[in-house]
């Protein structure tokens, strides 16, 4: 996508807040920045001309991605708490398909 053209899609990011998603799972699905979503939210208003309540707004920002080293894998709390995680809860881990890893609340 050259620089400049922008992501936004109203129908995508309709869905998505209909479907219930939060923040920082609407910024992965168009690969955006906080600033930029609530750009979209504002627009997405302007369009439909009624008031759309994203989820996880008005908290901190999850920035950049889990990598793999030395130590594992570090997944932060607030990344987890962003996709429905909470502090003590277990959670099933596995790898169905190669380069790919599932998290599931036991």
């Known amino acids: 996508m050259p620089r400049g053209e922008s992501k936004f899609d109203a129908v995508k990011l309709r869905d998505l807040i209909k479907d219930g998603k939060n923040a920082q799972q609407?910024?992965?699905?168009?690969?955006?920045?906080?600033?930029?979503?609530?750009?979209?939210?504002?627009?997405?208003?302007?369009?439909?001309?009624?008031?759309?309540k994203v989820a996880g707004m008005e908290e901190r920002a999850v920035a950049g991605a889990p990598k793999f080293g030395k130590n594992g894998i570090h997944l932060s709390a607030a990344l987890l708490k962003s996709y429905?995680?909470?502090?003590?809860?277990?959670?099933?881990?596995?790898?169905?398909?190669?380069?790919?890893?599932?998290?599931?609340?036991?």
């Open 26 to 52: 609407i910024m992965d699905a168009f690969d955006i920045k906080k600033p930029m979503l609530k750009s979209y939210v504002a627009r997405l208003i302007q369009l439909d001309e009624e008031f759309h």
């Open 84 to 106: 429905g995680f909470n502090p003590g809860e277990t959670f099933k881990f596995s790898a169905p398909e190669a380069g790919e890893i599932v998290l599931e609340k036991i």
